[in-house]
C-alpha cells in the first residue's frame, strides 16, 4: 500500500486545491471527509477516485473496493476544512446527474451561504422534492460546508446548475407557473398558494433577495406569514417551510 506522511508531497498539494472552488472546477473531483460521509457518497453510487486513510480508519470496511493510500496524521490535518480531522477521505469525481422532468422543481438564486445550501439540500430531500436549480453565481455543490450540511442529501438529490432566467423561460413554455419568495407583504400569503399545476419555486440571494432580472419573470411573489417583529427567515428556513407546505400537495 502507498504510504504518504509528507505535508509537501505533490499528490498532496494537489488535493489540498480541492478545498477551493477553482480547483474543484479545473479537476472536475471533490474531496469527502470522514467516514459518514464518504459511506453516503459509496451508498449513493457516486465514483471514487481514490481514498486517503490514516492508521485509524486503514481497515475500515469501505475501503475494502477502493485503491487507498495511507496518508499520516499531519497529511489528514492538511486535507481537511474541519475542525476535528479526520481519518478518511475520498476522491470523488462530480457528476452531471440525470435530472428527470419533475412536477415541483426548487430554484435557488444566486445562494451564497454554503451551509444555507447544505440545509436546503437536505429539507429538499425531507420533502420529497426531486429537481433543484441552482443559478450561475450561486455557491458551489461541492463546497465541504455544503456537503457536511446536507448531511448525504447532495449525495441523492438532482441538482442542475446553470442560467436561471433561461431555465425560467423554458419552464413557463412548457406550463409550468414561476413563484418567487419574498418579504412584500402585498404578495400572495403561503397558505393560499396552490401547488396543483407544475411549479418552480424560487428562494433568492440571503441579502439580496431574487434578482431584477428573475423577479419579471415570476407570476406571483409570495410571502410566508410572521409573527412578532422579525422581518426575514433565514433562506434555508424560508425554504423548508415552503417545501413543507407544498409537500402536502403531493
Known amino acids: ?28 473531483l471533490f474531496l469527502v471527509e470522514g467516514s459518514k460521509l464518504c459511506e ?20 475500515n470496511p469501505l475501503l475494502a473496493s477502493f485503491e487507498t493510500i495511507r496518508i499520516s496524521d499531519a497529511v489528514a490535518g492538511k486535507l481537511s476544512s474541519m475542525d476535528t480531522t ?63 450540511g446536507a448531511m448525504g442529501s447532495a449525495f441523492r438529490v438532482p441538482v442542475q446548475k446553470g442560467d436561471l432566467p433561461a431555465f425560467l423561460k423554458e419552464k ?20 393560499e398558494i396552490s401547488f396543483k399545476e407544475p411549479t418552480v419555486m424560487i428562494i433568492g440571494n440571503e441579502s439580496g433577495g431574487i434578482s431584477a432580472e428573475t423577479i419579471e419573470l415570476c407570476d406571483k411573489g409570495v410571502f410566508i406569514p410572521m409573527k412578532g417583529q422579525n422581518e426575514s427567515l433565514n433562506a434555508a428556513v424560508a425554504a423548508s417551510i415552503i417545501l413543507w407546505e407544498q409537500s402536502k400537495w403531493n
Open 172 to 191: 413557463r413554455a412548457s406550463g409550468y407557473q414561476i413563484l418567487g419568495a419574498g418579504l412584500d407583504r402585498n404578495y400572495h400569503l403561503l397558505p
Open 1 to 28: 500500500m502507498e504510504q504518504i506522511i509528507s505535508v509537501k508531497n505533490e499528490y498532496i498539494k494537489e488535493l489540498c486545491r480541492l478545498n477551493t472552488a477553482a480547483g474543484r472546477r479545473e479537476s472536475g
Open 86 to 148: 479526520p481519518g478518511l477521505f475520498m476522491v470523488v469525481k462530480q457528476q452531471n446527474r440525470p435530472v428527470s422532468e419533475a412536477p415541483f422543481i426548487l430554484a435557488l438564486d444566486h445562494l451564497a451561504d454554503p451551509g444555507n445550501l447544505g440545509a436546503v439540500l437536505r429539507s429538499a430531500e425531507a420533502f420529497g422534492v426531486k429537481q433543484v436549480f441552482l443559478s450561475n453565481g450561486s455557491v458551489d455543490l461541492y463546497s465541504p460546508k455544503v456537503l457536511r
Open 40 to 59: 453516503e457518497a459509496v451508498k449513493s453510487g457516486w465514483s471514487v477516485e481514490k481514498c486517503l486513510a490514516t492508521d485509524r480508519e486503514i481497515r
